[in-house]
């Protein structure tokens, strides 16, 4: 929706609200017009049902509006006699219509001093769940998210089975754009994975603003740009046509910021012509083949290395996913004849490849040079750079294009150049062969950008054996970033909670001698 349908659309809800509500309000000694002005309007109502004001700030943020609306609804009738739970039940199922019928149709009086508790316990625990459900959506919307590492791309830095919470604030959270979706939840449903939202009507972008730029060697929780899939992993033939933010959550690390020239040379990274160096805890890691004598145990390696990829073996090798210190470990072994990096070279047109074009001939360890978009700057159209811009163009920036021959129409007007709208990135794993990255699909918007990865809560290794053993206690409670190894602070948070409860306990001892 535009926003001058969004506009039309509000003022249509106020006047829905006013006829439904002028009569209500004036039983409550208001003023009819103060039932029409926007805002306004909600604030006095707030007033009459004897709940706090700033309830009115939770009308108008996108999902929390949704569970808010059902309890403004119920506390409206409440105020005016209809506390029974039939009551509450047609006051949610008409959608709040039922305010007509309490206005036009009966002669309820407003009840100036009612009780706000609950008449039952059920009563007490409904309103208990719904506002604990508002409170952690806020919180999970913009302030922190729990996020699961489901693949191995990043593996040594985040491991299948890390449990993270995700800083909203740090780059600044991204208002929903989807107006109608389930709390708490992504794309689907648990268990009955149907769609958890609605298509539309959809809120234009919007980004609260943060205190940090995405920095270059940063890992980063993005919406996946290319996202068809019905839900996180499926591959299946059915797709579906998704918003921004419910397309599936990836976790990479962003190699590359607006406005740098990055290149891929034998799988390393160069931006601007410059090796990157990448922090401490980074440990990329590619597929080697390895050459051993037959005393040598290559089942050995998962032990020593942990979380070592082990391929199949013919005629002695075998492949396994190493860093580079790793490997020049290995080659020191007197069992191994040889460790011989898998690189994929250039030359050879792989349509799997970024930017799917014939003219570049690039590997997934052979790529480039390319150039990361930058909001503000102008590059020329042609056919050798259409190739990189066209989905920018058309899907992530809005515009109507179109190609006839060598003439290029944006938006009906020929052009030859084409100024960029926001900021891109570039994201790879740091399992260089097993990652599904920028290399398959290319950039990635300023406006699919989620959040910062802070925190590993708690870490669970399925693979280990026995129960013990699965938990991995030394990533419990470590920070994401950071240089030098990581450290738990699992022990700083149990003194916290000791200290908690022991002080919690003695104030209120003290309350009841007093």
């Known amino acids: 929706m535009t926003l001058t349908a969004w506009f039309i659309f509000f003022l249509i809800i106020q006047v829905v609200h006013f006829l439904g509500t002028w009569k209500l309000y004036v039983k409550a000694d208001k003023k009819a017009w103060e039932a029409a002005i926007p805002v306004y309007n909600a604030i006095v109502l707030m007033d009459i049902i004897k709940r706090p004001k700033w309830w009115t700030i939770l009308l108008f943020i996108p999902v929390i509006n949704l569970l808010m609306y059902p309890v403004v609804w119920i506390e409206t009738a409440r105020s005016f006699g209809k506390n029974t739970t039939l009551d509450a039940f047609i006051a949610v199922l008409t959608l709040g219509f039922y305010n007509y019928y309490i206005s036009y149709a009966t002669k309820a009086t407003y009840i100036e001093k009612r009780d706000l508790h609950a008449k039952t316990t059920a009563g007490e ?68 994975k149907t ?77 601007n012509g410059t090796r990157t160096k990448l922090p401490y805890r ?87 040079p390319i150039y990361i978009p930058e909001e503000g700057k102008t590059v020329a159209l042609n056919a050798a750079s259409m190739p990189f811009y066209k989905r920018i163009i058309e899907e992530y920036e809005g515009n109507n294009l179109t190609i006839d021959g060598d003439t290029y129409y944006i938006n009906g007007k020929a052009a030859t150049d084409y100024t960029f709208k926001q900021d891109y990135y570039w994201m790879m794993g740091d399992n260089r062969h097993n990652s599904e990255d920028a290399r398959a699909w290319g950039y990635v918007p300023y406006d699919h950008i989620v959040g910062k990865p802070v ?48 002080g919690s306990t003695i104030i209120k001892r003290r309350k009841e001698e007093n």
Not at 166 to 175: E, N, W
């Open 125 to 192: 625990w409904v309103s208990s769940i719904v506002f604990a459900v508002i409170a952690a959506t806020i919180v999970h919307t913009y302030v922190m998210q729990p996020y699961t590492i489901p693949t191995s791309s990043l593996e040594k830095s985040l491991l299948v089975g890390d449990f993270l919470f995700v800083s909203k604030f740090h780059y600044g959270a991204r208002v929903p754009m989807t107006t109608i979706a389930a709390p708490m939840v992504h794309d689907s449903l648990p268990f009955i």
């Open 455 to 502: 925190f590993i809560w708690f870490s669970w290794d399925s693979s280990a054996k026995g129960l013990a053993n699965k938990v991995r206690w030394d990533r419990v409670f470590t920070t994401v970033h950071g240089d030098g190894k990581p450290y738990s602070y699992i022990y700083v948070f149990l003194g916290i909670l000791v200290l908690y409860f022991v």
């Open 282 to 368: 980074a440990k990329p890691q590619y597929v080697h083949t390895v050459v051993a004598t037959a005393d040598f145990n290559p089942y050995s390696l998962t032990s020593r290395y942990k979380s070592t990829e082990l391929g199949r073996m013919q005629n002695g090798d075998f492949s396994v996913n190493l860093t580079d210190a790793n490997a020049a470990k290995l080659r020191n072994n007197p069992l191994i004849k040889s460790v011989t990096k898998n690189l994929s070279l250039a030359g050879n047109y792989d349509k799997k490849v970024f930017p799917h074009s014939p003219q570049y001939a690039w590997s997934y360890d052979n790529f480039g």
């Open 195 to 271: 769609r958890s939202y609605l298509n539309k009507p959809l809120l234009p972008y919007f980004r609260i603003p943060g205190f940090q730029d995405v920095k270059r060697n940063e890992i980063v929780v993005f919406s996946w740009p290319v996202d068809t899939v019905r839900f996180f992993r499926d591959h299946s033939k059915i797709h579906v046509n998704k918003p921004i933010d419910k397309k599936s959550n990836y976790v990479k690390r962003c190699v590359g910021v607006p406005g740098d020239s990055l290149q891929v040379i034998d799988g390393y990274v160069h931006i």
